[in-house]
């Protein structure tokens, strides 16, 4: 009888590849819709000749759900399994981008005003903020609880890349689904429809690991061959460093990774800032209609997350850089691409610079997330998971306000604070990581 080949499995790792694509899949279809919405915003909101403000602004209730609730779902995650987890929220996803799809769609139409558009909008959103918290936490602790600490600074960078080719699809494919019976509002249509199809194929595919097995949750069993980070290697302490009923939460102080937290938080809120004008600054730099800046918009998000991507699938794992050099030249590197938006004047300059900075910030995510996670037990990458989770949403609650208040004053401003911001974090993390 002939035998059948193991599952190839993901270098240093207990998880086959096909689960690590369903883990994937969770956080790049997420990326994607929401990176296709932030390149549509800008262009909806001048058409309703809504206020650039409330635009920014009406992200902010998901963000702060998205910071209130990440350390829960990552808590229940140890309860309930990862896997419930990431359902609940890619479900969260497809529910919140369906109905933010149906309110502009309704805006774009007349049938509700601008202001109560971005209100019922933010509304909508927030169901994003509050469930869709849930998956990073979760994907994050299934992927680091099978994981060794030596290959685990590759493996997290791997999923973080997630992120950056989600942000490369989302503008990519979002000026494809502007069809003419939806409007500007398609891409919240199409990738609720492929989300709905990763949250099938993770229900179906990806291991439960709810359910106990001799003693140990099935989530963990596959870390219980991989020694406690904070002890000796032992039977016993590889099954308390798996057992989530003795791990201890990790909060936001705790000294092991509060210093990589702050890095994480100063970081993203240059991100953040930079992400939220980029759309309305090539519509005035470039001096364009609203309704011919999606295709400008999308070449430039795409150009960034391009290099973002190239950064993290391609640079990190030949560099073999640690985390603090990840944070420490990826603020260095993400601070010149601002320099250069701010003296860019066509759309080479603005790609150009969108592109090193996204480079610079392709370093820093990974590099915060995985000294983080190598700075606790096994039994903590669930509640740290959750910690860096809330960390980078924390950045979309004030920033981007901010940025478009700062926008107000000079287009160039947000971009300029993001320099100054970044810098002072290089100095810092020189000094401190």
């Known amino acids: 009888m002939a035998q059948h080949s193991p599952r190839r499995k993901v270098a240093g790792s207990a998880l086959t590849t096909p689960h690590f694509i369903l883990l994937f899949a969770a956080m790049l279809v997420a990326a994607a819709g929401n990176t296709a919405l932030q390149s549509v915003m800008p262009a909806i909101g001048r058409a309703m000749k809504i206020d650039d403000l409330f635009v920014a602004i009406a992200y902010t209730s998901s963000a702060v759900l998205w910071v209130i609730l990440a350390p829960y779902w990552a808590r229940m995650s140890d309860r309930h399994g990862r896997k419930a987890l990431t359902l609940l929220g890619v479900g969260g996803f497809v529910v919140s981008s369906t109905l933010c799809g149906l309110v502009l769609a309704f805006g774009l139409a007349g049938a509700l005003s601008g202001t109560l558009t971005i209100i019922v909008f933010a509304v909508a959103r927030a169901i994003y903020g509050a469930l869709g918290s849930a998956t990073p936490s979760a994907t994050q602790a299934y992927l680091a609880s099978k994981t060794r600490r030596s290959a685990r600074v590759a493996a997290l960078s791997a999923l973080s890349s997630s992120f950056g080719l989600g942000t490369i699809v989302g503008p990519a494919l979002a000026p494809l689904f502007v069809l003419p019976f939806v409007g500007l509002t398609g891409p919240l249509f199409a990738f609720a429809v492929i989300a709905l199809v990763v949250f099938v194929a993770i229900l179906r595919w990806l291991p439960d690991d709810s359910r106990p097995r001799h003693g140990e949750r099935r989530g963990h069993g596959a870390a219980m061959s991989y020694p406690s980070i904070a002890s000796p290697v032992t039977g016993a302490s590889v099954v308390a460093a798996t057992s989530p009923h003795r791990a201890a939460r990790v909060r936001w102080s705790d000294a092991r990774i509060r210093r990589w937290v702050i890095a994480g938080v100063a970081s993203g809120h240059a991100q953040a800032a930079s992400l939220t004008c980029i759309g309305f600054y090539v519509i005035d730099r470039l001096a364009i209609a609203p309704s011919s800046a999606q295709g400008p918009i999308s070449i430039v998000m795409i150009a960034g997350a391009g290099a973002g991507l ?58 915060f997330t995985a000294g983080s996670s190598l700075a606790v037990s096994l039994a903590e990458q669930g509640s740290v998971a959750g910690v860096i989770t809330a960390a980078n949403g924390i950045a979309f609650v004030a920033a981007p306000a901010i940025g478009m208040l700062l926008y107000a004053l000079d287009p160039r401003l947000p971009f300029v604070a993001g320099v100054l911001l970044l810098l002072a974090l290089a100095a810092w993390s020189k000094a401190k990581l």
């Open 310 to 367: 190239a950064a993290q699938w391609g640079l990190i794992p030949r560099l073999a850089l640690g985390p603090r050099a990840l944070v420490l030249w990826g603020t260095i590197i993400a601070a010149i691409g601002l320099a250069i938006i701010v003296v860019g004047s066509d759309l080479y300059g603005l790609v150009l610079g969108f592109a090193v900075s996204s480079l610079g910030f392709g370093f820093t995510r990974p590099g």
